[in-house]
């Protein structure tokens, strides 16, 4: 069956440009340019795939993808964004998107990723339950990178410290900076390491559902409930259960969760019995967990018991000495997935790695990377295939630094000439009239 993509813009040419492109490589395509539009489309046909810009005339790419979810699991959702809204795409994903492209879109790059997103849709397609809010992660190994500095060290000494233990334990930091890493590499070092590890997305999981998606139902109990279900804490009887962005659940269902960690005991609901679980509690949050409490947002009670032990996840532009051996990962994770042989990253690259800011983090450096290769078939990643977001960032950097030390110069010559203009002009190589120019540019005054 030809996949459906549903393309949403208010970009109208470009719109149909994508429209065009795509139904030559196959796939039927739909066009919306508003998020009303969009809405009637979604809502009356099941897409394969649902590509849309974050931002939208009377609505956004988040809403468009609460929607999807709603209405379809299955459904894949990339959303297409520039340099400014990279942090709300890392949002998205936490919220059920399969990936981000920035603009301006390669049509190849966006090509793959569709690809991507459907070889995803089938290999789910048996295990989608009535759950629209569940994000399960098997025990399978997952890739870790230590690192070599010292946020990276004090970070491992604290999970070597706590895996062994049954201590609750709180994960914070910024969306992409790999939570779900360390807390499957706390599991993996732990006892339970051979139990299940049940990841759950607490931000996507509706309040009228959690009782459901975390405790289970029988048959019956409500409408829509044709089957049992097992909920996450039965899952992960015996192993550990990781709560990811806990901060997003709702007063009513942290007063649930509670009950269910004071006392081990789950009630699934229409069920009269209660099931014993032994688990371990892994939380995570991109928010001030304490400040909500102090708001009145969160239960101090239930932070309480999550915060037994706390780590916080650094940012990827703090691991100055880790980048270079992140990239190093993600290039040889592209290269296996892509099929290239790209075998590394020329100079320029590599300080201009260094030297920006990462605001997406891992996800940001994992997908750059990932483009790249696709974009460079063998040799080396040059500065020529890197989103131009980066470049101009860069350079914006480089020319605050320039201004820096031009100033510095200036104010050096100044102090060797005892503030003869003439002289520091001589001695910076540059006339009198620049000097002076300069000199009203940064405010000196002799």
């Not at 066009?31 to 394969?48: C, V, Y």
Request: glycine share 6%; proline share 3%.
């Amino acid at each position: 069956m030809t996949p459906k993509i549903l393309v949403i813009d208010d970009d109208t040419s470009f719109c149909i440009m994508l429209k065009t492109f795509l139904q030559k490589k196959g796939f039927e395509v739909t066009n919306a340019f508003n998020a009303m539009e969009a809405g009637d489309l979604i809502r009356s046909t099941t897409f394969d795939v649902v590509l849309t810009d974050i931002r939208l005339p009377d609505s956004d790419g988040l809403h468009i993808l609460e929607l999807v979810k709603s209405v379809s699991q299955k459904t894949q959702v990339i959303l297409m964004t520039g340099y400014t809204d990279i942090k709300a795409a890392v949002n998205a994903m936490k919220l059920g998107a399969f990936d981000y492209v920035g603009k301006p879109i390669n049509p190849d790059e966006i090509l793959h990723t569709i690809q991507q997103s459907l070889k995803k849709s089938a290999k789910t397609d048996v295990a989608v339950t009535e759950s629209k809010a569940q994000k399960t992660v098997a025990t399978a190994s997952v890739s870790f990178v230590k690192g070599i500095s010292s946020h990276a060290n004090k970070l491992h000494e604290y999970i070597t410290l706590v895996a062994p233990t049954n201590m609750s334990v709180l994960i914070m930091g910024d969306s992409g900076t790999g939570k779900e890493y360390i807390a499957h590499s706390i599991h993996s070092q732990s006892k339970r390491a051979d139990k299940p590890f049940i990841a759950v997305d607490c931000g996507a999981i509706p309040k009228d559902l959690a009782s459901s998606e975390f405790f289970g139902h029988i048959k019956g109990s409500f409408t829509g409930a044709v089957n049992d279900k097992t909920g996450h804490f039965e899952a992960a009887n015996g192993g550990t259960i990781f709560l990811d962005e806990v901060g997003n659940l709702s007063y009513e269902v942290q007063v649930q969760l509670l009950r269910a960690l004071q006392e081990r005991k789950v009630k699934p609901v229409g069920s009269n019995n209660e099931i014993k679980v032994d688990i371990r509690v892994i939380a995570a949050t991109n928010e001030d967990l304490a400040e909500a409490v102090r708001q009145g947002d969160f239960r101090e009670d239930l932070y309480h018991r999550l915060n037994e032990f706390s780590i916080q996840a650094p940012r990827l532009s703090e691991r100055k000495h880790d980048i270079m051996i992140f990239a190093h990962h993600f290039l040889a994770e592209a290269n296996d997935d892509l099929e290239r042989n790209v075998t590394g990253f020329d100079e320029q690259v590599s300080q201009l790695f260094l030297n920006y800011d990462w605001p997406g983090n891992l996800r940001e450096m994992k997908n750059t990377i990932k483009r790249s290769v696709l974009l460079t078939p063998s040799g080396l990643i040059t500065t020529s295939v890197l989103p131009h977001e980066m470049m101009s960032e860069n350079k914006d950097d480089s020319q605050a630094l320039y201004k820096e030390d031009e100033e510095t110069a200036i104010r050096n010559a100044l102090d060797k000439t005892n503030f003869n203009k003439s002289k520091a002009a001589r001695l910076l190589d540059i006339d009198r009239k620049t000097l002076y120019n300069k000199l009203k540019l940064y405010n000196i005054d002799l």
